[in-house]
């Protein structure tokens, strides 16, 4: 949790009162009543050596990773802790990613044990485990009227996640899979719903946003953004998707939704699908296998296997297309239009709205198609993007005008979480 204004290492000494004795103290054990506070342990090789291990009382250390590289880029953050013989320790980390690696400072003391250190950071920070990261290097420890060169080291597990970017990692189906997500700025731990976006062909979570920009949008709306990475070129069991080796997509996604909600707090009854292309696609197979969202929307990739589909209740879903897509035909709309109306009980009545013009040297208009008889647990619509091409809508062109026209009528940022967020799991 990150509640701090850093300060430099200097400012940081003169606030801390160092006792006078040093000796060897065990580690100390960690507050089981704050399950969820960051835990961080120090150690001081060396006679005498010095081994704290506790749970912040307060404020925070903030861990955050890189949208590209799915790899630590900051640490960062001040808090206080137990200490090991009893008072309050204080520690501060101000470390960021500079060029190839994290550089920085790291500053603690304990004035009960009579323990200063302060360390210059240049590399060696490692990732042991999930949400953790540690350093070993040579600080400097003062100690009653001396100072001395050290063997130390700290290891943070990050237990309460902070608002900014995270990237979650395992193996699944004996692949290395990856995702970012978003949190919003004011994320604080309680349960949040959670947006996936699900990527076209050759596209990282990293391009989809810097097109899209919608962890941008969900930072200050209060939800989770995430983006997970597709193993090869795209999504497997849908069009694009390049056959390779078994690795389970569908299965990937429920890990990721058992991460979220158990890492992250997201709302197990409020979390979305979107996607874009064969992203879209892939979007479109969990409306019929992934009964954990609550809704979804496919954009520029429809369902292609009517007939495989079985979702077994009625599916909350906006359908949004550009009817100049040069990839993907306007004309793969009908079948999959017709079968969500079809499985939601909608009936065969439409009503068409065409959406205000509000952006005209873009050269498209939308038209909205509702189904006002569909039930309300399985509402269907389609956005039609007249002269709209294979492109995000609102977003920034991908190949510029090569794939088509882009709409700036809609934002589908907005009109995404504009319909999801009005749906939840009973």
């Known amino acids: 949790m990150r509640l701090f204004a850093p300060r430099s290492r ?12 040093f000796a060897a103290v065990p580690a100390a054990t960690a507050d089981a009543a704050s399950p969820d506070q960051d ?16 749970d912040l ?13 799915y790899e630590t880029d900051r640490i960062e953050g001040t808090g206080t802790l137990p200490g090991a013989a009893g008072g309050t320790a204080n520690i501060s980390f101000e470390i960021a990613k500079n060029f ?26 490692t990732v042991p485990g999930t949400a953790t990261v540690r350093w070993e290097g040579t600080g400097t420890v003062r100690h009653g009227g001396t100072s001395s060169d050290r063997r130390v080291s700290f290891t943070i597990r990050d237990r309460r996640p902070d608002p900014g970017n995270h990237a979650v990692r395992f193996t699944h189906a004996g692949q290395a899979r990856n995702a970012i997500l978003r949190l919003p700025d004011d994320y604080d731990g309680t349960p949040r719903p959670a947006l996936f976006h699900f990527p076209g062909l050759f596209e990282t979570p990293g391009i989809a946003e810097f097109y899209g920009r919608m962890a941008d949008y969900a930072q200050t709306r209060g939800f989770i953004m995430v983006t997970p990475e597709h193993h090869g070129v795209g999504w497997q069991g849908v069009l694009g998707g390049t ?29 979305y699908a979107s996607g874009m292309s064969n992203g879209g696609f892939f979007t479109s197979k969990m409306a019929c296998e992934n009964d954990r969202f609550a809704a979804y929307v496919p954009v520029a990739g429809q369902l292609n296997d009517p007939a495989a589909c079985h979702p077994g209740r009625h599916v909350p879903i906006v359908l949004v297309h550009g009817d100049a897509d040069p990839l993907v035909p ?3 709309v009908r079948p999959a239009l017709d079968f969500w109306t079809r499985n939601n009980g909608c009936g065969t009545r439409s009503v068409a709205t065409d959406l205000p013009d509000i ?23 389609l956005y039609e993007i007249k002269g709209g091409g294979h492109n995000w809508p609102g977003g920034t062109p991908f190949l510029g005008a090569f794939l088509g026209g882009t709409t700036y009528d809609i934002d589908a940022n907005a009109l995404i979480w504009d319909f999801v967020s009005g749906h939840r799991l009973p």
């Open 57 to 69: 009382s307060s404020g925070g250390i903030a861990v955050l990773d890189n949208v590209a590289t």
């Open 359 to 381: 952006a005209p040297d873009d050269n498209t208009t939308v038209v909205r198609h509702d189904h006002p008889d569909c039930p309300a647990d399985g509402p269907v619509t």
């Open 100 to 125: 190839f690696s994290l550089k920085g400072e790291f500053t603690f003391a304990d004035p009960g044990a009579g323990v200063e250190i302060s360390a210059d950071v240049d590399g060696g920070i």
């Open 10 to 21: 200097r400012g940081l000494a003169a606030a801390l009162l160092v006792g006078s004795a």
């Open 39 to 54: 835990r961080i342990t120090v150690t001081v090789d060396g006679s005498p050596a010095y081994s704290l291990t506790a």
């Open 243 to 271: 056959p390779g080796p078994d690795v389970d997509d569908p299965g990937f996604v429920r890990r990721l939704q058992d991460v979220l909600v158990d890492r992250f707090n997201a709302d197990p009854a409020r979390l």
């Open 330 to 332: 306007y004309a793969t």
